[in-house]
DNA sequence: TTTAGGG
DNA sequence: CCCTAAA
């Protein structure tokens, strides 16, 4: 029992199903953090995506290679029929991904158990690749499985390592921290989230938990409950379940989203449905190369990256090193921004504008009004007259609490336009869902005004861009792993499809469907709507059937590249308010309990990696707050009440915690601690 | 960049 | 949530 120089120690509220942290060390004492990385991430994690996404990158390679990679052809534009049909081989796509999706699941379910379950020996064996072993030993560290079926060996393999040592350290328990904190200790079992277990890289040291459940006995209970926990409550409230943290990707790029959702693994379909359409539209628009790639390639690159914070693949990695640095700052831009201009590139191809044709022809037309305009004759001499009724403008994403005003409304979609339109806009001409690059060329001999074009002819707008449409094709190639990195995974498959030809192409595949993956790894994020505050339960419902946005969100985010420029106004912007949810609490609490006070940028790592919108400083605000609720009488509490155990536990731990820093003030001697710990 | 606190 | 002094 006796877990020498506490000091290090590592709450363990939970039972010990986890190990300790890193000790906790005086910040003067601490090194440069330069842990996040090891941190954040654990091998395990990564293998999810990487494997998914090599699996799904092989099925798009054979299958949808026709699809993926014509697209990219590099022709400048495709004809309506073609997006078309590639959208449907899209649609394929998407479908495997799906199922490829729900396998994952499925194995995450099973990689879970197996934790509790299996005995170590269980697996050994059952890896016969040599490869898949290693690299299960490897990664190791992190329960996030979203691997396949396949890798459940792994996990079994990785559990089995696990759950000794857990079960070993839950033995440990400090019987005296037990009953420093008798309240704690109550919900510790009952109340970890899963995510503890899955998300949580640090779960794997093995230090004894210092706060530790109160059974001295030593089982485990904390994972049975797990088990059961993750079993029967997948849905639970607010994604409680699940992990209790946000993961809002959406948040910064989506945070506009309108519907905040929570996502979850099993939802999803949800994700993949908006990643789909996001896909379609990506590949609809054949602009999205020409200026989104430039613009997103600022603004936006952070969402990918940021986002998976648990994917680690190789090349993902790369492109993380890359652009983790400069994320949190635009994190931050963005997150001052209530409007976020969504898509923009992608749709910026795609912001066709309905034309009618003002001529005696047009009468004619099936639809008269909608009809676009017609040439009244093919003579030179001819002009064909256009009347644009509306101009449809890229997508917009606008995140405004449901308690603001129809004018603030009014105001911030205002904002959003604007932002778009400081940046210049481009007119593109599309003929036959054809993007008329030649403007050279006159309307005759584009083919525009003879009367079987009435139809055919549409305006898009887009982001002003300095490239030229005929550069811009070149340049991609060129610039096209630069800017991936930046560029959003989706928006990348694009320019893969331009690329096709090139060896790229797969990168980028792989890159983009790597995204998807972790978002459907990370869905565990519950986001919750900005403005309104449903509650939890509700919310987990139907927030997480929602998530869609999260996947777009990276483009959202990369919307807003104009943004930036005049974003001046907006700068001092206060960032809308997000309610803690009762599982953002019960993280929160999970991880203070876990890494103690004063570790903010820790326990941001550790619950809330994937909520973009939680910074350190708010998760310590939080916990101040939390702090003075549990203080206060339930009747003077306002807002979504939190569950009283929480409140005792964040007492607890607040407690807990408080003492272990005056006992390290004191320059105590770790033996002190021990004692005390035994 | 993080922490720690006051506002 | 914001703002900042310190570290």
């Given amino acids: 029992m006796v877990f020498q120089k506490r000091s290090s120690s590592e709450m363990e509220p939970n039972g010990g199903g986890q190990v300790a942290e890193m000790p906790r060390v005086p910040k003067f004492a601490r090194g440069k953090r330069s842990a996040r990385k090891k941190e954040g991430q654990s091998p395990v994690q990564m293998m999810c995506p990487f494997d998914l996404l090599a699996t799904v990158a092989g099925k798009l390679l054979d299958e949808g290679e026709g699809s993926l990679g014509n697209m990219s052809a590099g022709a400048p534009a495709l004809a309506a029929k073609d997006v078309r049909v590639k959208q449907e081989q899209c649609d394929e796509e998407m479908k495997h991904f799906k199922h490829e999706v729900t396998d994952q699941d499925s194995c995450n379910e099973s990689a879970i158990l197996p934790h509790n379950v299996f005995p170590r020996s269980v697996n050994h064996g059952r890896n016969e690749d040599p490869k898949a ?13 979203c691997a396949k079926a396949e890798l459940g060996c792994n996990f079994r393999a990785i559990a089995d390592r696990w759950s000794p040592e857990s079960v070993e350290s839950g033995a440990f328990t400090g019987d005296a921290v037990a009953s420093l904190m008798p309240a704690a200790t109550a919900g510790f079992h009952k109340n970890a989230p899963d995510m503890y277990n899955l998300l949580d890289p640090m779960d794997v040291d093995v230090k004894p938990p210092p706060l530790v459940s109160s059974d001295s006995t030593g089982e485990m209970p904390l ?23 946000d993961r809002d990707d959406d948040d910064d790029k989506s945070s506009g989203c309108t519907h905040p959702s929570t996502t979850t693994n099993r939802d999803y379909r949800s994700n993949c449905t908006a990643e789909h359409s996001r896909v379609r539209k990506l590949l609809t628009s054949k602009y999205r190369k020409v200026a989104p790639a430039r613009v997103h390639k600022s603004d936006l690159s952070y969402s990918d990256v940021e986002r998976k914070p648990s994917f680690r693949n190789k090349k993902m990695h790369y492109t993380r090193q890359r652009t983790q640095r400069s994320t949190f700052k635009r994190r931050k831009l963005f997150d001052r921004h209530a409007v976020l201009a ?10 066709n504008t309905k034309v009618t044709g003002r001529d005696a022809h047009a009468a004619s037309n099936k639809e008269t009004n909608s009809t676009p305009f017609q040439k009244p004759c093919a003579s030179n001499d001819c002009h064909v007259k256009l009347r644009i009724k509306s101009f449809k403008v890229p997508e917009l994403l606008v995140e405004i609490p449901e308690s603001a005003t129809v004018g603030s409304l009014k105001k911030t979609v205002l904002e959003a336009v604007t932002a778009i339109l400081g940046g210049g806009l481009r007119v593109g001409v599309l003929h036959h869902g054809k993007k008329v690059r030649d403007d050279s060329k006159t309307l005759m001999q584009a083919g525009i005004g003879q009367d079987d074009m009435l139809d055919n002819l549409g305006f898009s707008l887009e982001p002003n861009c300095t490239h030229n449409p005929s550069q811009v094709q070149a340049h991609e190639d060129n610039s096209f792993l630069e800017t991936i990195d930046t560029t959003e995974p989706l928006a990348r498959i694009a320019p893969a499809d331009s690329s096709s030809k090139h060896g790229e192409v797969d990168v980028s595949q792989e890159l983009a469907l790597t995204n998807l993956v972790n978002y459907q790894c990370s869905d565990h994020d519950s986001v919750h709507s900005p403005g309104g505050i449903s509650s939890p339960d509700k919310v987990s419902a139907n927030s997480r059937a929602l998530v869609p946005v999260p996947s777009t969100d990276p483009n959202a985010g990369a919307v807003v590249p104009v943004n930036k420029s005049k974003r001046s106004p907006e700068q001092g912007q206060r960032r809308i308010r997000r309610p803690f949810s009762v599982a953002e609490v019960e993280a929160l609490v999970l991880a203070v309990e876990k890494l103690g006070t004063g570790r903010w940028r820790d326990v941001k790592l550790r619950a809330f990696d994937n ?18 609720t549990a203080s206060i009488s339930p009747q003077q509490r306002r807002g979504e009440p939190v569950p ?21 003030q004191p320059k105590t001697p770790p033996l002190a601690e021990a004692r005390l710990l035994t």
Avoid at 137 to 145: C, L
């Fill in 133 to 145: 072993m290693s690299e299960a030993r490897d990664k190791e560290t992190s329960m996030i499985s």
């Fill in 223 to 245: 994972y049975g409950d797990k088990i059961r926990r993750s079993i029967s409550l997948p849905r639970g409230p607010k994604g409680v379940a699940g992990y209790a943290v």
């Fill in 342 to 351: 969504s898509e923009f590139g992608r749709a910026s191809a795609k912001g």
């Fill in 611 to 628: 909520a973009k919108h939680r910074t350190y400083v708010d998760l310590k605000d939080k916990w101040k707050t939390l702090v003075h």
């Fill in 644 to 664: 009283q155990e929480l409140l005792d536990r964040v007492l607890a731990a607040q407690a807990y915690w408080s003492q272990q820093q005056a006992k390290l």
